[in-house]
């Protein structure tokens, strides 16, 4: 099978062309001896299949970051049939310095005009035929986003794949001319592949090619002897880059013209950016989106104006759509009416099982499958339509180029702490998965900055603890009759964020400290996402989400149920003696560990489950739910599950039975979105961190998730502790001051010259 690599700028819209292309065919793995992701599918309407490979988002083939490596490794070494470069028709200039250095290689080639339906909507023109002469290889204009240009772009591409193509550079009237054909020559001679993209990496000083070619480098500093600038020096590097723009200010921005001959305007995408990324309004206006999409997803009574209008106008009560669309409150939000449809389905399916069983098999296989298989798996499977809803914005937020937007305002704000913006991409990917966003990590230069951003990333909660959240919230709404679920779901997500950037600060202020890399990065114009990228990307989080339900989850509902119904002598317990199981023993005797937090000793008998749910939680969040899914069943409490179209079957008992307080609830919730993450997130860090820093990030964890959960249930509890703690606050901020200028200090004196 003929292969394909997509190459170009982040943000060019790659990856949407990826989808475009491939479909349901796209896979993720990972590269050969690293943890970066890998996306490859097929594309099946030319003559024969043809495998597709996304490479990483990059601006250059210098092996700055590992997406530079690995994309450069792959053209070289792998040597695809085809290099479809991507470039960003709104910012023609920029992306086009890439394409000068992939049109070095020795590989067939096509350009992909993208997003000229942007340009065409600007008013703005680019001749396609115009670019296709001056680079010399294939120009097709398209815009992946509505689908247009993408079968001829496959055509073209097919058609130039057949035939061989040497590469040209854009350097051949440049001062450093003769010093690249003498090393193409040379290299040429050896038999190197793609001689000439090496030579011009070896006049760039590249350390990858000095590496590899010593002897031709010794041209390079034979004619850098004799070589001078009064703008660069011997600076090689600077004069190939300043050669490069030059050549695409000169030749390549002549197929650009824009409406009416203008020359500078602004777009509707800067114009929303006065706005958006405000100094002052910009972390309002974010916050307030975030509230919105929680309001979306998580609000019982997302029309909270129904008691304010006529009555019965949109009153649910004693319709048959109480409890799966509202209540007599008001309308619920479309991830609670999602939610509440799937809890219909899995209660009928669990009442089918529970009745065809009754009589029919024995008690402990009754109670193994309805309430320790389904009862766990539905407990779980029931938060997945809310997952999914809150993944779908965050998606549409990131696909738009908002996030990208939200990364600019924080850097703005906190790079007098230490941190860039850059570090915050990461960490805002952590909303999705903890995995990818700490693979992400690795674009930061900084070490320190990458071990800091690394440790806070299972902040950002992620889906997996979604159900944590939204069942201990609906819960407390339940039960002591208090607030909205998404007001307590959102405040949490803020909890998470605010801990996140506190530590972080702290660490850079005192162990992590180092210097704060320039952030550059491009903001992408603002446009709709395209919707058959955005299903894609929920069918991956749904195949991911049940493929741990029915794996991981399932063997773990089975362990705690068997761990719940049998004494140390392996004596079947019933459900009203739960108290002398394996599990109830485990579970009281690390019960004191988590008295500071709420939710220990104090809650006397019962209380170990909460204890018990939260360590199971270490193994993969859900468990989380899953544990009180399985547990709530032998508590013994009178509860009609089909009368709580809320979504919070289990956390409702579990909160009857112990006694449980709200701050406690909270400080619960706390614990588990800061404490270690699951173990595939653990062992992401593992790969990605050295074996001390390692060892330190968990002792982190734990340390930051008891501190958050003890602060939160004590001033919960009684609020005047609050003053203790703040007190505590500024003697830690006095004393790292202190500390800092001590070692300044003490740096300054090292360092100074000996007289």
């Given at each position: 099978m003929?292969?394909?690599?997509?190459?170009?700028?982040?943000?060019c819209?790659?990856?949407?062309l990826?989808?475009?292309?491939t479909?349901?065919?796209?896979?993720?793995?990972?590269w050969?001896g690293v943890?970066v992701d890998k996306?490859?599918?097929?594309?099946?309407?030319?003559?024969?299949?043809?495998?597709?490979?996304?490479?990483?988002?990059?601006y250059?083939?210098?092996?700055y970051?590992?997406?530079?490596?690995i994309?450069?490794?792959?053209i070289?070494?792998?040597k695809p049939?085809?290099?479809?470069n991507?470039?960003?028709?709104?910012?023609?200039?920029?992306n086009?310095?890439?394409?000068?250095?992939?049109?070095?290689?020795?590989?067939?080639?096509?350009?992909a005009?993208?997003?000229?339906?942007?340009?065409?909507?600007?008013?703005d023109?680019?001749d396609?035929k115009?670019?296709?002469?001056?680079?010399?290889?294939p120009?097709?204009?398209?815009?992946a986003?509505?689908g247009?240009?993408?079968?001829?772009?496959?055509?073209?591409a097919?058609?130039?794949?057949?035939?061989k193509?040497?590469?040209?550079?854009?350097l051949?009237?440049?001062?450093?001319?003769?010093?690249?054909?003498?090393?193409?020559?040379?290299?040429?001679?050896?038999?190197?592949?793609?001689?000439?993209?090496?030579?011009v990496?070896?006049?760039?000083?590249?350390?990858?090619?000095?590496?590899?070619?010593?002897e031709e480098?010794?041209l390079?500093?034979?004619?850098?002897?004799g070589?001078?600038?009064?703008v660069?020096?011997?600076?090689f590097?600077?004069?190939?880059?300043d050669?490069r723009?030059?050549?695409i200010?000169?030749?390549?921005?002549?197929a650009?013209?824009?409406?009416?001959?203008?020359?500078?305007?602004?777009?509707?995408?800067?114009k929303?950016?006065?706005?958006l990324?405000?100094?002052?309004?910009?972390?309002?206006?974010?916050?307030a989106?975030m509230f919105v999409v929680?309001?979306?997803?998580?609000?019982?009574?997302f029309?909270?104006?129904?008691?304010?209008?006529p009555?019965?106008?949109?009153?649910?009560e004693?319709?048959?759509?109480e409890?799966?669309?509202?209540?007599?409150d008001?309308?619920?939000?479309p991830?609670?009416?999602?939610?509440?449809?799937l809890?219909?389905?899995?209660?009928?399916i669990?009442g089918a099982?529970?009745?065809a069983?009754?009589g029919?098999?024995?008690?402990?296989?009754?109670?193994l499958?309805c309430?320790?298989?389904?009862?766990?798996?539905?407990?779980?499977?029931s938060?997945?339509p809310?997952i999914?809803?809150?993944?779908m914005?965050?998606?549409?937020?990131?696909d738009?180029?908002?996030?990208?937007?939200?990364?600019?305002?924080?850097?703005?704000?906190?790079?007098?702490?230490g941190?860039?913006?850059?570090?915050?991409?990461?960490m805002?990917?952590g909303?999705g998965?903890?995995?990818?966003?700490?693979?992400?990590?690795?674009?930061?230069?900084?070490e320190?900055?990458r071990?800091a951003?690394v440790?806070?990333?299972?902040?950002f909660?992620?889906?997996?603890?979604?159900?944590?959240?939204t069942?201990?919230?609906?819960?407390i709404?339940?039960?002591?009759?208090?607030?909205?679920?998404?007001?307590?779901?959102?405040?949490?997500?803020?909890?998470?964020?605010?801990?996140?950037?506190?530590t972080?600060?702290?660490?850079r202020s005192?162990?992590?400290?180092?210097e704060?890399?320039?952030?550059?990065?491009?903001?992408?114009s603002y446009?709709?996402?395209?919707?058959?990228a955005?299903?894609i990307?929920l069918?991956?989080?749904?195949?991911?989400?049940?493929?741990k339900?029915?794996?991981?989850?399932?063997?773990?509902?089975?362990l705690?149920?068997?761990?719940?119904?049998?004494?140390?002598?392996?004596n079947?317990?019933?459900d009203?003696q739960?108290?002398s199981?394996?599990?109830a023993?485990?579970?009281?005797?690390?019960q004191p560990?988590?008295?500071?937090?709420?939710?220990?000793?104090?809650?006397?008998?019962t209380g170990?489950?909460?204890?018990?749910?939260?360590?199971?939680?270490?193994?993969?969040?859900?468990?989380?739910?899953?544990?009180?899914?399985?547990?709530?069943a032998?508590?013994?409490?009178?509860?009609?599950?089909?009368?709580?179209p809320?979504?919070?079957l289990?956390?409702?008992?579990m909160?009857?039975?112990?006694g449980?307080t709200?701050?406690?609830?909270?400080?619960?919730?706390?614990?588990?979105?800061?404490?270690?993450?699951?173990?595939?997130?653990?062992?992401?860090?593992k790969?990605?961190?050295?074996?001390?820093?390692?060892?330190?990030?968990?002792?982190?964890?734990?340390?930051?998730s008891?501190?958050v959960?003890t602060?939160?249930?004590?001033?919960?509890?009684w609020?005047w502790t609050?003053f203790?703690?703040?007190?505590?606050?500024?003697?830690?901020?006095?004393?790292?001051?202190?500390?800092?200028?001590?070692?300044?200090?003490?740096?300054l004196s090292t360092?100074?010259?000996i007289?």
């Amino acid at each position: 099978m003929i292969k394909f690599a997509l190459a170009g700028n982040p943000n060019c819209g790659k990856t949407t062309l990826f989808n475009a292309l491939t479909g349901a065919t796209a896979h993720v793995g990972n590269w050969p001896g690293v943890t970066v992701d890998k996306r490859e599918g097929v594309y099946k309407k030319c003559a024969e299949p043809i495998a597709v490979l996304d490479l990483p988002g990059i601006y250059s083939l210098s092996p700055y970051t590992p997406e530079e490596v690995i994309a450069r490794n792959y053209i070289l070494d792998e040597k695809p049939d085809l290099i479809v470069n991507i470039v960003d028709a709104t910012n023609l200039e920029r992306n086009l310095y890439l394409t000068t250095q992939l049109m070095e290689i020795d590989v067939p080639m096509v350009v992909a005009l993208n997003m000229m339906d942007a340009v065409e909507k600007n008013g703005d023109k680019i001749d396609a035929k115009t670019l296709e002469d001056k680079l010399a290889v294939p120009v097709v204009a398209i815009s992946a986003l509505k689908g247009t240009g993408i079968k001829e772009l496959m055509n073209r591409a097919y058609a130039a794949s057949k035939r061989k193509r040497e590469g040209i550079s854009v350097l051949g009237s440049s001062a450093l001319s003769k010093p690249i054909s003498d090393l193409t020559a040379a290299l040429a001679k050896k038999q190197v592949d793609s001689p000439l993209f090496h030579a011009v990496k070896l006049v760039e000083n590249d350390e990858i090619e000095i590496k590899n070619h010593p002897e031709e480098y010794k041209l390079v500093r034979e004619y850098k002897s004799g070589f001078s600038d009064d703008v660069f020096g011997d600076d090689f590097e600077a004069i190939v880059a300043d050669e490069r723009y030059k050549y695409i200010t000169k030749h390549f921005a002549q197929a650009f013209v824009r409406k009416d001959g203008e020359k500078v305007r602004l777009t509707k995408s800067d114009k929303a950016d006065k706005v958006l990324t405000h100094r002052i309004w910009g972390i309002p206006i974010f916050l307030a989106i975030m509230f919105v999409v929680f309001h979306l997803t998580f609000s019982e009574n997302f029309l909270f104006l129904a008691k304010a209008l006529p009555e019965g106008w949109v009153s649910l009560e004693g319709t048959w759509a109480e409890g799966l669309f509202g209540s007599a409150d008001g309308i619920a939000s479309p991830g609670v009416i999602l939610a509440n449809l799937l809890n219909l389905i899995t209660g009928s399916i669990s009442g089918a099982v529970s009745g065809a069983m009754q009589g029919a098999a024995a008690e402990w296989a009754t109670g193994l499958v309805c309430d320790g298989i389904l009862g766990g798996l539905f407990a779980v499977l029931s938060f997945l339509p809310q997952i999914l809803v809150l993944f779908m914005f965050f998606s549409i937020l990131e696909d738009s180029g908002y996030m990208a937007r939200v990364a600019f305002i924080l850097d703005r704000i906190f790079r007098k702490f230490g941190l860039s913006g850059r570090a915050f991409m990461p960490m805002i990917m952590g909303f999705g998965c903890s995995i990818p966003a700490m693979i992400n990590t690795r674009t930061l230069a900084d070490e320190k900055e990458r071990t800091a951003t690394v440790r806070v990333i299972p902040f950002f909660s992620c889906g997996a603890k979604l159900p944590i959240l939204t069942a201990i919230a609906g819960g407390i709404v339940q039960f002591f009759h208090v607030s909205n679920a998404d007001a307590i779901t959102y405040a949490m997500y803020i909890v998470g964020i605010v801990t996140a950037i506190v530590t972080v600060i702290l660490m850079r202020s005192t162990t992590m400290r180092g210097e704060t890399p320039p952030f550059i990065m491009e903001l992408p114009s603002y446009h709709a996402p395209q919707a058959k990228a955005l299903f894609i990307h929920l069918w991956d989080k749904l195949k991911h989400f049940v493929k741990k339900a029915f794996t991981i989850i399932l063997v773990s509902t089975i362990l705690i149920w068997f761990l719940s119904h049998f004494s140390f002598g392996w004596n079947f317990l019933p459900d009203e003696q739960m108290e002398s199981s394996i599990l109830a023993g485990l579970g009281k005797l690390v019960q004191p560990l988590f008295t500071p937090l709420g939710f220990g000793s104090q809650l006397g008998a019962t209380g170990w489950v909460f204890v018990v749910a939260a360590i199971t939680g270490l193994i993969a969040k859900e468990n989380v739910i899953a544990t009180f899914g399985v547990l709530a069943a032998c508590l013994g409490f009178a509860y009609d599950g089909d009368a709580d179209p809320n979504g919070v079957l289990a956390a409702t008992i579990m909160i009857q039975a112990t006694g449980i307080t709200i701050p406690a609830l909270i400080s619960f919730i706390a614990f588990n979105m800061t404490t270690i993450p699951c173990f595939a997130a653990v062992a992401t860090a593992k790969a990605e961190l050295d074996k001390r820093s390692f060892k330190w990030t968990l002792v982190f964890w734990l340390v930051t998730s008891y501190t958050v959960g003890t602060i939160i249930y004590l001033v919960g509890s009684w609020w005047w502790t609050v003053f203790i703690f703040l007190a505590m606050i500024a003697a830690a901020i006095g004393g790292i001051i202190v500390y800092n200028k001590k070692r300044d200090a003490k740096k300054l004196s090292t360092e100074a010259p000996i007289k």
